[in-house]
């Protein structure tokens, strides 16, 4: 192939391609492209104006990369160099930390009436310049940070995918190298935006990120690893064209409710002009959208026949009161039931997975009307009325602490573990390098087993346990004191369910804390908002809209935003917003974190009067602990040969003595008399090694043990290890040997002790010195010589 190249004017290029074939006499196919240079591109692509060959070219596009200044440095986009298999690849740096994300969609439709939408976010070992400690020495299972990543990008993406697109779509971010400055998770969060503007895949984004923190009192975008450390505000903010916002996650170490609405005011802003970068990426390299398949719509006689047969019971089930969660599903799925029966008896041919799906679209307007023009809530609430709230502590004696809360029909029990330092959750070097912490002391595990919602499967931790879990858990850890003796494991198990599981968890959990006697800074409660939106059909925005507190399960189902947050009286701990609609504006954020402020602080009156403040110590069958500060000569004796002793010590009494630093040890027992036990073990260990007292400056009978090239060793008692006294202190003369002195094995030898050294501790003694005259009473340690 010969490839001639004409540079005709700066803005057209023509190509001349020849192509022969070595196997036939055919002539030469001839190729003509045009292209244009956009100003302020660096990329040129070429299109054919004809094709005559049986398998047309691609389109031949370079990699354009585009510079944004975001936070404190630079933000790089780029598509078109690696993964051209995808629908669409783009690759993002931030620092020197890079991102690729592809996404791929099939062209077929499944039978499901939802999106399938997939996203793996994968931390590489490589990235950060490390060979994973597992014993395969490769990547194995998503980890936990892995798997909350994914459920932000996720959150991020999905709102903005079209009506009725229901194809199976995989979105997948690799990590191809990380600062330790730069967390790749909102690097990943625009990556996805921007591969999914450049695909082919019917999406209505783009969609940008930032990370937005407090420090010093100011508001930082993008803050680095070590900002982070000094902030007090970490909120992951996703936001769309016109300011909107489509995804908020973060905690907050108790920020007033004005500093947390200006740190997201900034962060909206921000979010522009990264969607601006990637709609000029999207226009440079962007490939045509596919044809997405009209809506189904239901037959207008078949919607009419629905809503007159159904329209005043379903008014009467959602105005019932006395319904609660498993009834009113009951009675609106009896009324279905009867439904298709009496609309197929009209219209025999209408299939009756129409007539369901129209009756269900129509109880799910028939609900939203109710709430957006008669405030109507379907348990009678007014639209800021919470559900009755219940608190139980100290369920069980054995436990070390407990908490029972109920709101509404959402149980939760709340059971708090003490442990040892030494049962803390190491993280893995990469996780390290990352950011994260190198072990935890506090860990919140939540639990959602199936009859919580009267259903049946296998239980466990999925993705959405994790999540809500590591929600709970940044809810409560600001409140939590900056030293403590013990790690603390926090179970929070969802006994039933009708909304706001989680946060539920925060109540239950700050209640559990004062319980087990844990001096927490102040208690903590934790609400979800909801949101019910009418849209102008000529416009597409927002014409109408009311704002929950305390949502019920039945009202996330069909409501558009589940906006969860917990706070003190003093300020907010964390957020979680899972917006369903393709952006809400910045306005309505505002008015739901008013609402959640004024909420949480009615929950914290009603918790008070259940316990108020945390116990003043812990409970009699508590653990106990204590600081034990040794010598460095006799931590070996405790500790024994290769762990020996504390071995010993823990299989016998259950104690674990734990290594602070240098020069002290933590004693943890799970209860007194274990402690008593342990400390009369500790006792025996060091007294059958207990090494005599010597006194600086005294001389001592020893006994020759070992001869050395480099000096003799000494025993001056039993119970001390042999000293080693040197060639050059044994005599006043240069001695190369002890042999040359007559010295042997078994003879006894006078010596004058010096002390330890101070740097390596060993026993220091000297024969030299008493080779002058006027040497004092000499002392035996030992009583056989």
């Given amino acids: 192939m010969v490839c001639f190249v004409a540079l005709c004017s700066p803005v057209s290029l023509a190509v001349s391609i020849f192509k022969s074939s070595t196997n036939t006499m055919a002539a030469p196919i001839i190729r003509v492209f045009s292209c244009r240079v956009r100003k302020g591109f660096k990329h040129v692509w070429l299109r054919p104006h004809r094709l005559k060959h049986s398998n047309p070219w691609r389109d031949i596009k370079c990699n354009p990369q585009l510079v944004i200044a975001c936070g404190n440095d630079t933000m790089r986009f780029s598509s078109g160099k690696m993964a051209r298999f995808a629908d669409g690849a783009a690759v993002v740096q931030l620092g020197e930390t890079s991102v690729l994300v592809t996404a791929v969609s099939q062209r077929q439709s499944g039978t499901q009436s939802f999106l399938p939408l997939t996203v793996d976010f994968r931390q590489k070992a490589a990235a950060a310049g490390r060979i994973p400690t597992n014993h395969l020495r490769r990547e194995l299972g998503p980890s936990a940070k892995e798997i909350l990543t994914s459920r932000v990008i996720d959150r991020s993406l999905r709102p903005l995918?079209?009506?009725?697109?229901?194809?199976?779509?995989?979105?997948?971010?690799?990590?191809?190298?990380?600062?330790?400055?730069?967390?790749?998770?909102?690097?990943?969060?625009?990556?996805?935006?921007?591969?999914?503007?450049?695909?082919?895949?019917?999406?209505?984004?783009?969609?940008?990120?930032?990370?937005?923190?407090?420090?010093?009192?100011?508001?930082?975008?993008?803050?680095t690893r070590r900002q982070l450390q000094k902030s007090s505000l970490n909120i992951i903010l996703t936001g769309t064209s016109e300011n909107k916002v489509v995804m908020l996650e973060g905690e907050a170490d108790r920020v007033p409710l004005h500093k947390v609405e200006q740190a997201l005011s900034q962060a909206v802003k921000a979010t522009q002009s990264i969607i601006k970068t990637i709609r000029e990426l999207q226009e440079a390299v962007g490939k045509p959208k596919r044809a997405l398949d009209p809506l189904k719509?239901?037959?207008?006689?078949?919607?009419?026949?629905?809503?007159?047969?159904?329209?005043?019971?379903?008014?009467?089930?959602?105005?019932?009161?006395?319904?609660?969660?498993?009834?009113?599903?009951?009675?609106?799925?009896?009324?279905?039931?009867?439904?298709?029966?009496?609309?197929?008896?009209?219209?025999?041919?209408?299939?009756?997975?129409?007539?369901?799906?129209?009756?269900?679209?129509?109880?799910?307007?028939?609900?939203?009307?109710?709430?957006?023009?008669?405030?109507?809530?379907?348990?009678?609430r007014s639209l800021t009325e919470m559900r009755d709230i219940s608190c139980e502590v100290d369920l069980y004696q054995p436990l070390h602490g407990s908490a029972l809360f109920q709101r509404g029909q959402t149980q939760v029990l709340c059971t708090v573990t003490f442990d040892s330092l030494a049962s803390a959750l190491k993280s893995d070097p990469l996780s390290v390098t990352t950011g994260s912490s190198t072990e935890k002391k506090f860990m919140l595990h939540y639990e959602f087993p199936p009859y919580a919602t009267n259903e049946t499967g296998r239980g466990g931790i999925g993705r959405r346990e994790l999540g809500h879990g590591a929600l709970a858990e940044k809810g409560l850890k600001p409140i939590l004191p900056d030293e403590s003796d013990f790690t603390v494991r926090l179970t929070s198990e969802v006994l039933e369910s009708n909304g706001s599981s989680s946060m539920a968890s925060v109540c239950g959990g700050s209640l559990a804390l004062m319980d087990a006697g844990v001096q927490v800074k102040e208690p903590a409660a934790g609400v979800a908002?909801?949101?019910?939106?009418?849209?102008?059909?000529?416009?597409?925005?927002?014409?109408?809209?009311?704002?929950?507190?305390?949502?019920?399960?039945?009202?996330?189902?069909?409501?558009?935003?589940?906006?969860?947050?917990?706070?003190t009286a003093r300020g907010m701990t964390a957020i979680q917003a899972d917006i369903k609609l393709p952006g809400i504006p910045f306005f309505i954020v505002i008015k739901a974190l008013e609402g959640g402020f004024a909420a949480t602080k009615q929950i914290m009156e009603i918790m008070s009067q259940t316990i108020s403040s945390p116990r003043k110590s812990l409970k009699t069958c508590g653990p106990v602990t204590e600081k034990l500060v040794l010598d460095h000569s006799k931590q070996s004796r405790l500790v024994g040969f290769g762990g020996y002793n504390l071995r010993k010590l823990k299989s016998e009494t259950g104690v674990t003595v734990t290594r602070i630093d240098e020069g002290s040890f933590q004693v943890f027992a799970p209860n007194a008399d274990a402690m008593a036990e342990a400390k009369e073990l500790m006792e025996k260990f060091m007294e059958d090694q207990r090494e005599p007292d010597l006194e600086f400056g005294a001389i001592y009978t020893g006994r020759i043990v070992e001869i050395r090239e480099f000096g003799v060793m000494v025993e001056l008692h039993p119970k001390l290890k042999p000293v080693l006294l040197h060639n050059s202190q044994l005599d006043q003369r240069k001695v190369s040997h002890a042999s040359s002195l007559g010295m042997e094995v078994g003879n006894e030898i006078s010596v004058k002790y010096f002390g330890r050294d101070p740097s390596t501790g060993t026993h220091r003694i000297s024969r030299k010195v008493l080779q002058s005259p006027g040497v004092p009473l000499i002392r035996k340690l030992n009583p056989k010589l």
């Fill in 529 to 567: 908002m909801g949101l019910v939106t009418r849209t102008d059909p000529e416009t597409g925005k927002i014409s109408h809209h009311q704002i929950l507190t305390d949502l019920l399960g039945i009202e996330d189902y069909m409501g558009d935003m589940d906006f969860k947050m917990a706070a």
């Fill in 297 to 380: 719509v239901f037959p207008q006689h078949i919607e009419n026949a629905v809503q007159s047969f159904s329209h005043n019971h379903i008014r009467d089930i959602l105005f019932n009161d006395e319904h609660n969660k498993i009834s009113r599903d009951q009675a609106l799925r009896a009324i279905g039931e009867q439904v298709v029966l009496n609309v197929k008896e009209s219209f025999p041919e209408v299939e009756e997975s129409v007539v369901l799906s129209s009756y269900q679209t129509y109880v799910k307007q028939v609900f939203r009307n109710l709430i957006l023009d008669e405030s109507r809530r379907c348990d009678g």
């Fill in 161 to 223: 995918f079209p009506a009725g697109f229901y194809y199976n779509t995989q979105v997948m971010c690799n990590l191809l190298a990380v600062d330790g400055a730069n967390d790749p998770d909102i690097i990943s969060i625009n990556a996805a935006s921007a591969a999914l503007a450049v695909s082919d895949i019917p999406w209505n984004g783009p969609v940008a990120a930032v990370r937005v923190g407090v420090v010093d009192d100011e508001v930082v975008i993008n803050p």
